[in-house]
């Protein structure tokens, strides 16, 4: 059974590291990006129309176009999104941000600064999408 993770992300060098570690960790696994939140939404409703739901959705506090906060809010408004897990990642996450989130049931994480952190973020993932014993 393959996995797909949709990321939003306007980091080429974290979508490489998120892509490599994912693949070492989790086999597999399809990812798709998005380089900002527009694109996202647009990117989610084609996926949607094709009967395609992703198995995690993985947001930028910071995306351009909608950050991460109105692109949850529009991807939880489609059809078959609100259940779909989701993790935030930023590279300052605030009290606030993370309070925000928390309402949705989204855990926000710190981005990580190398390759060797993104161990942290992929566990984070497995747990969300892979079911337990």
Request: hydrophobic content about 40%.
């Amino acid at each position: 059974m393959g996995y797909l993770i949709f990321c939003v992300d306007d980091e080429i060098d974290d979508c490489e590291f998120l892509t490599e570690v994912i693949k070492q960790k989790i086999p597999d696994t399809e990812l798709i990006f998005a380089s900002d939140g527009i694109m996202a939404v647009e990117k989610l409703k084609e996926l949607s129309k094709n009967n395609v739901k992703p198995s995690m959705i993985i947001l930028d506090l910071n995306a351009p176009g909608l950050d991460g906060k109105v692109a949850l809010k529009k991807i939880n408004s489609m059809a078959g999104l609100l259940e779909v897990p989701k993790l935030v990642l930023s590279t300052s996450p605030q009290a606030g941000d993370i309070h925000y989130f928390s309402e949705y049931g989204v855990p926000v994480m710190k981005k990580p600064s190398s390759f060797l952190d993104y161990d942290e973020v992929v566990e984070v993932i497995k747990k969300s999408i892979i079911p337990g014993p």
